[in-house]
């Protein structure tokens, strides 16, 4: 058997040993330190912001970036249902509601038309809206033009969701750049890895100058430990921001690495009636993080879980999208616009292996498995 072929294992090597191994016998091992400095210097400028805070966590980020937005109990965040947990998990810890929109079918990204419906309809309950938090599927950014106008008219702050989307574009412009702040996630399976780890990007001084606060256990500047509001322990350490540098350093090239194995999987499925590698309306901004098929079952004559269970057998993993989260239990009773396009996402559509990480022969092994299923159908 074959060793297991993941969907997105990371993608480190000798750049990273050195850098982490630098920052540990520069002393840095406390917390914070220069690599922290560093990295957020280096992603502001890659992503074109001024403040960058590094934090434990992309969900972390979220997390504060929302309290800072004043979102708590009594108030509505609204935000995709076709997303990761985590986005959702960070609107519940600060006591908000969530507030479901569903997406649009040929991307999966938030649903303009559904937002300014949700938004008409929360304006005229005089629903206190926090925030919007869109989120960015697969590394494809959201129709940013569309969504800030409409937040704009109704005057509510965006908080973008770029956990995913790192080197993405929107009309040129960076992903994270848009909205009053945006996140970023480090997690292992992600564009780039700091193993663990996110980051709050913003060009507002105040705002940044808040979640650091909040970040590092909410501490008044004094030396006797002075304390007004609840803080968090929520910092990247020195050593992980070392390693986020080293990954930096190799965005672009790793993000070319995934498009090659997206452009296999195009060649392989171009042939194939019934099936579209998903977001294939890349214009070349996207950064390509997760590639996926979406399957037409009737006229293929075959369903994803067939495919996903051939995979299997070759010890290769895919996974449907994420379950939209109006159908998840936790989330259920929680209202929303749905149209249904994410739940009939979440049926026909299926994530193949896509890291940059993979070597050439898994490819060809990957690409060969697949081949062989569709030739057996
Ligand atoms: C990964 C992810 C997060 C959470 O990031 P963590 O660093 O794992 O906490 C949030 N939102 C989306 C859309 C994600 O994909």
């Given at each position: 058997?074959?060793?297991?072929i993941?969907?997105?294992?990371?993608d480190v090597?000798?750049l990273e040993?050195?850098a982490?191994?630098?920052?540990?016998?520069?002393g840095?091992?406390?917390?914070?330190?220069?690599d922290?400095?560093?990295?957020?210097?280096?992603?502001?400028a890659?992503?074109?912001?001024?403040?960058?805070?590094?934090l434990?966590?992309g969900?972390?980020?979220?997390?504060?970036?929302?309290?800072?937005?004043?979102?708590?109990?009594g108030?509505?965040?609204?935000t995709?249902?076709?997303?990761?947990?985590?986005?959702?998990?960070?609107?519940m810890?600060?006591?908000?509601?969530?507030?479901?929109?569903?997406?649009?079918?040929?991307t999966?990204?938030?649903?303009?038309?559904?937002?300014?419906?949700?938004?008409?309809?929360?304006?005229?309950?005089?629903?206190?809206i926090?925030?919007?938090?869109?989120?960015?599927?697969?590394?494809?950014?959201?129709?940013?033009?569309?969504?800030?106008?409409?937040?704009?008219?109704?005057?509510?702050?965006?908080?973008?969701?770029?956990?995913?989307?790192?080197?993405?574009?929107?009309?040129?412009?960076?992903?994270?750049?848009?909205?009053?702040?945006?996140?970023?996630?480090?997690?292992g399976?992600?564009?780039?890895?700091?193993?663990?780890?996110?980051?709050?990007?913003?060009?507002?001084?105040?705002?940044?100058?808040?979640?650091?606060?909040?970040?590092t256990?909410?501490?008044?500047?004094?030396?006797?430990?002075?304390?007004?509001?609840?803080?968090?322990?929520y910092?990247l350490?020195?050593?992980?921001?070392?390693?986020?540098?080293?990954?930096?350093s190799?965005?672009?090239?790793m993000?070319?690495?995934?498009?090659?194995?997206r452009?296999?999987?195009?060649?392989?499925?171009?042939t194939?009636?019934?099936?579209?590698v998903?977001?294939?309306?890349?214009?070349?901004?996207?950064?390509v993080?997760?590639?996926?098929?979406?399957?037409?079952?009737?006229?293929?004559?075959?369903?994803?879980?067939?495919?996903?269970a051939?995979l299997?057998?070759?010890?290769?993993?895919?996974?449907?999208?994420?379950?939209?989260?109006?159908?998840?239990?936790?989330?259920?009773?929680?209202?929303?616009?749905?149209?249904?396009?994410?739940?009939?996402?979440?049926?026909?559509?299926?994530?193949?292996?896509?890291?940059?990480?993979?070597?050439?022969?898994?490819?060809?092994?990957?690409i060969?498995?697949?081949?062989?299923?569709?030739?057996?159908?």
């Open positions: 058997m074959n060793e297991r993941y969907m997105s294992s990371p090597g000798e040993e050195q982490v191994l630098a920052a540990m016998r520069g840095w091992i406390a917390p914070l330190g220069p922290v400095d560093a990295f957020e210097a280096e992603m502001a890659r992503v074109g912001v001024k403040h960058a805070v590094a434990s966590s969900t972390a980020a979220l997390h504060l970036g929302l309290l800072t937005l004043g979102a708590k109990k108030s509505v965040v609204v995709s249902t076709m997303t990761f947990a985590a986005t959702t998990n960070a609107i810890y600060t006591g908000a509601e969530p507030y479901f929109i569903d997406c649009l079918p040929e999966g990204n938030m649903n303009p038309d559904l937002l300014r419906k949700g938004l008409t309809r929360l304006r005229a309950e005089h629903a206190d926090a925030a919007i938090v869109p989120v960015d599927l697969l590394g494809k950014a959201i129709d940013y033009t569309k969504i800030l106008e409409i937040a704009d008219e109704f005057d509510v702050p965006v908080l973008s969701d770029a956990a995913e989307s790192l080197g993405a574009t929107h009309e040129g412009k960076p992903a994270g750049s848009f909205g009053v702040a945006s996140v970023f996630s480090f997690n399976n992600k564009i780039m890895t700091t193993s663990g780890g996110g980051m709050l990007l913003t060009n507002n001084e105040e705002f940044a100058q808040n979640v650091r606060y909040l970040a256990q909410a501490r008044q500047p004094v030396v006797h430990y002075e304390h007004q509001d609840v803080g968090f322990n910092r350490s020195n050593l992980l921001a070392a390693l986020g540098r080293a990954q930096l190799r965005l672009d090239d993000i070319a690495k995934r498009r090659e194995v452009d296999a999987y195009k060649s392989l499925f171009d194939v009636d019934g099936v579209e998903f977001g294939s309306v890349d214009d070349g901004e996207d950064n993080w997760l590639t996926a098929i979406s399957v037409n079952e009737k006229v293929a004559g075959w369903a994803v879980s067939e495919l996903s051939a299997e057998k070759h010890n290769i993993e895919s996974r449907p999208l994420w379950k939209p989260m109006h159908l998840q239990p936790i989330f259920s009773k929680y209202r929303g616009e749905i149209s249904g396009a994410s739940e009939d996402l979440f049926h026909t559509n299926l994530t193949l292996p896509s890291g940059s990480a993979l070597t050439d022969s898994q490819r060809q092994f990957v060969q498995v697949l081949a062989e299923f569709l030739e057996s159908k």
